[in-house]
């Protein structure tokens, strides 16, 4: 994971957000790039917000909003002690795009040019369009998320824990944080008895495959008991003191998941440590 791509916003957990990236990009010495998130406002709303507030002064606004983020950004890299990025500059390094477009949509087009997008991670009661930047970046860019917490995490990646579901979606975000797999200094392949999972192989494949490429995994079974399944892998996330949850996202439809819930649901609003996720 040697590029970064990090959507900054003017929200409270973005400080939280690139404390994760930063520490993946020491990691991994990689390459951070910061653009400014700004929402695309619905053409219905348009005619009627113009006909409120004077478009010179919501412009200068917009403008003002745009160089905070990047001051924000630069900042928060200097002070970590990486540096732009320039022919010379060795890595981690970072950069910033002055050219993105409005609308959410530009997280997931842009992000396949890129390793990993980090975000923070959304909760019960985050606007919908942060929560279209996340889908945007899991459905359309095919690449991993990692989800940053509300609380800056103290590590990333040295104890890692893989929610084992049988999935297509979960074998996928496996493939992608083999990077990180690697570096990592205790990996555990959790199964929840009488979770949501679907037919597949077993978890006791995927800790042979892990082992097979020099990964020396162990397998940890928990039950269900009273809690839906989002809420069990939390608990033996925190139980096994981890510092990444490596899980597949929808895996069941999405639709369905907004509506009645689901364990990628609960864990995108609930989680309290960094979470990769693909779909």
Partial sequence: MKTILVPIQNIATMASTLE??????QRTGAYIEGFPLRFGIPP????????????????AKSQEELAEMHRLFEAFMLKH????????????????????????????????????????????????PHRRAIESALFESGRPVLLAPPDA???????????????????RVNAFAMPLLRLAERVTVLTVIAGQAVPGPSADHIVRQLRYNDIAANLVSIELK??????????????????????GAFTRN????????????????HADLPVLMAH
């Fill in 20 to 25: 994760a990236a930063t520490r993946l990009a």
């Fill in 44 to 59: 219905y709303l348009v005619a009627e917000l113009a006909t409120g507030i004077p478009f010179d002064s919501c412009n």
């Fill in 81 to 128: 002690d990486i540096s732009p990025a320039t022919a010379r500059a060795s890595r981690p390094c970072f950069g910033w795009l002055e050219t993105a477009p409005e609308g959410e949509d530009f997280v997931g087009s842009y992000g396949r040019a890129f390793d990993v997008i980090v975000m923070p991670r959304s909760d019960v009661d985050a606007a919908g």
């Fill in 153 to 171: 995490p103290r590590s990333i990646a040295t104890n890692i824990v893989i929610h084992w579901n049988g999935s297509t979606e979960q074998a």
């Fill in 226 to 247: 009273d809690r839906d399944t989002g809420e069990a892998v939390l608990d033996a996330a925190r139980a096994q003191g981890c510092d990444l949850l490596i899980k």
């Fill in 254 to 269: 999405r639709l369905r998941q907004m509506i009645f819930g689901g364990a990628t649901s609960y864990i995108m609003e």
